[in-house]
């Protein structure tokens, strides 16, 4: 990944550009995925294929956040982003749809007071024009993003290594702190028409920035990341066992919307599903005997398994999540398989058609793959941008209400996490709180991301879960296995 050094004289050494390292491919079409511990959750996303021509004035809707600049940007739709910490210093790697080149975005400092972005710009277009035939193509001087002014330089330079293409390098910074530069370093290799496709992805994006100063809003997250922190570094082996099933244990909890006449037989039926939830092995997310397991097999953690079924205006989704994350959460790993049966639409043989689909995330520090197979359809993988802090895996995020009224703890918590949803990593919320109404109780209300409908969960005086109320009425309750069997039998429905 290239990367721009300051020094202490009004100069800018920047080493030679590499190969693009992060790879795209295109979201999955559907997936339907019962991820969250409070709701039923699908999602959709349709878009070109890996090497088509991009939509130029298409940008993700959701924009990235990068927490140590106080940065968000939105990225052109297809566009898949790293960050990669080195030390103290932090940079985030962006790659273009369709190959189109990657941009380096990063804070540098400089001892130098009077060093200003033209200055420096023109210090790295010195140095990009010393390479052997290397030319300005463009050059954009007081440039101005919003209330923030910067200066931008192309430069283009013959490539032998790349099929005869050229290799363009443009760089956009911008003065916004004493003494520090952000710097966008963006590399394309191809032919001309090629690089007037990347550069306006590239500079659409850049004109998105917002550079956040500690507003109201900025410090409530902080505020939110630091109590979530605080709550899981207190967090210990005892209090983990304590909201877990256990590897032989499981609950059950049953979806519905209750009747207006009380009477749990006119009550509506939504589905149901099992919840275990264990400290155990990585070799546990599949089926091979203990006695063949390798040493990435026998990695200790926490495993979550949900397996449900719902039904919804003539669909039936059978589903298994099971989830791995590492003791100390750098890495996970889950899967999540389903069925959806579709008595609208009948084959041949006059029964509902089906379809299989599956998904599967795997995480190792700031690095994300989440690959889809929907139907018969190709793999599809994507790399969802992971803010350097306040990240948590899935099973944490799935035990996080639990662990909060386990502490007894009151306030604002924020993460960020995996959104089935979106697809993305979004910035959720639990509030944690005693409702008057309900002395002794303790309710959490979770908003998974800005335009997610909030759900409330109650916990009984010892932390147990006593129902979820989602905001169209629905509740999830747990309930004996029996006592499910019995009431879906007599009503008729499939089990």
């Known amino acids: 990944m290239p990367q721009l050094h300051l020094n202490q004289t009004k100069r800018l050494v920047i080493p030679p550009a590499r190969s693009p390292l992060i790879a795209w491919i295109r979201p999955l079409l559907l997936v339907i995925v019962v991820l969250s511990p409070i709701s039923l959750a699908q999602s959709g996303a349709q878009s070109t294929q890996i090497g088509s021509e991009p939509n130029i004035t298409q940008l993700q809707p959701d924009p990235i956040t990068i927490e140590s600049i106080g940065l968000t940007l939105n990225l052109p739709e297809g566009a898949t982003a790293e960050t990669v910490r080195i030390g103290n210093s932090t940079s985030t790697g962006v790659s273009l749809p369709a190959n189109l ?15 200003t ?82 550069r306006v992805l590239y500079e659409t994006s850049v ?4 550079l956040q100063e500690m507003s109201s809003q900025s410090l409530k997250r ?89 039904l919804d205006s003539g669909l039936r989704i059978d589903s298994r999540a099971l989830f791995y994350m590492s003791l100390d959460g750098n890495e996970e790993t889950w899967t999540i398989r389903m069925t959806v ?40 993988t994507i790399s969802p941008f992971i803010p350097e802090e306040g990240y948590i895996t899935q099973v944490q ?47 959490v209300t979770t908003k998974t991301s800005p335009d997610t409908p909030p759900t409330t969960a109650l916990f009984d005086a010892h932390g147990d879960l006593m129902r979820v109320r989602l905001t169209n009425g629905r509740l999830w309750e747990p309930i004996e296995l029996e006592r499910l069997l019995s009431l879906w039998k007599r009503k008729g429905l499939p089990i």
């Open 222 to 310: 902080a505020s939110g990341f630091k109590a979530t922190k605080a709550l899981l570094n207190q967090i210990t082996i005892d209090d983990l066992d304590a909201v877990l099933t256990g590897k032989k244990g499981e609950r059950w909890e049953r979806l519905y919307t209750p009747a207006k006449s009380g009477d749990e037989m006119d009550a509506k039926e939504h589905g149901y599903r099992r919840v275990r939830s264990w400290s155990g092995y990585k070799g546990d997310l599949g089926n091979k005997e203990k006695s063949k397991w390798s040493s990435e097999d026998r990695k200790l953690g926490y495993l979550l398994q949900i397996d449900s079924m719902a």
């Open 117 to 198: 972005a033209k200055e420096a710009a023109n210090s790295i277009r010195d140095q990009l024009m010393s390479a052997r035939g290397a030319v300005v193509i463009a050059e954009q001087p007081a440039l101005r993003v919003g209330i923030w002014t910067g200066h931008r330089v192309y430069v283009r330079t013959p490539n032998p290594n790349a099929n005869g293409n050229p290799l363009y390098r443009g760089v956009t910074i911008f003065s916004h702190k004493p003494r520090t530069f952000l710097i966008y370093d963006f590399t394309h290799e191809g032919n001309d028409e090629s690089f007037d496709m990347a």
């Open 397 to 443: 995020s799935y035990l996080l209400g639990p662990l909060i009224t386990q502490q007894k703890l009151q306030g604002d918590f924020a993460a960020y996490a995996y959104n089935p949803v979106t697809n993305s990593v979004t910035l959720r919320w639990d509030i944690s709180e005693q409702p008057p109404q309900s002395p002794g109780m303790w309710s």
């Open 101 to 115: 080149g990657t941009i380096i975005i990063k804070e540098q400092r400089t001892s130098n007071e009077e060093l």
């Open 207 to 210: 004109g998105t920035m917002n």
């Open 341 to 380: 049966k579709d008595s609208n639409n009948l084959g041949e043989n006059g029964k509902p058609t089906s379809q299989d689909s599956a998904i599967t995330g795997a995480r190792i520090g700031g690095k994300l793959n989440i690959t889809s197979v929907d139907g018969n359809s190709p793999p599809t």
